[in-house]
């Protein structure tokens, strides 16, 4: 089974914003923790925010105050609100989901990403 699909990304300017979208599937059975990460060229992959089922958050030092995770367990969908993007903020954005159920238990599953391109 695909364990996720990413969606949202593009080209916006400097102080835009974009939101991303992560589907993910059988959340509701198996209450993933959610983590969106970003790789850009040359530069070691980051962890950027990750949700819990139960809606515990935690962000990047570099995000904190412009980036927002959030939830919607009925859709299970996990989005991340990107506000007043810089031009380092561009990335390919890769979402990874952690089952907590016992049939996966112990796997991660990543997707393939989506592009965020911030220009000056």
């Known amino acids: 089974v695909q364990a996720q699909v990413e969606s949202g990304g593009g080209s916006v300017q400097a102080g835009g914003s974009l939101r991303l979208s992560c589907v993910v599937a059988?959340?509701?059975?198996?209450?993933?923790?959610v983590s969106w990460y970003r790789q850009a060229p040359g530069k070691e992959r980051e962890l950027v925010a990750s949700?819990?089922?139960?809606?515990?958050?935690t962000y990047a030092d570099s995000v904190k105050g412009r980036f927002t995770i959030s939830h919607d367990n009925a859709k299970s969908t996990v989005t991340l609100q990107m506000t007043s993007l810089k031009p380092e903020d561009t990335a390919m954005y890769l979402c990874?989901?952690?089952?907590?159920?016992?049939?996966?238990?112990?796997?991660?599953?990543w997707g393939q990403g989506t592009q965020v391109t911030v220009s000056s």
């Open positions: 990874r989901t952690r089952p907590q159920c016992r049939a996966w238990s112990g796997r991660d599953f």
């Open positions: 059988e959340y509701g059975y198996c209450r993933d923790f």
């Open positions: 949700i819990s089922y139960e809606g515990t958050t």
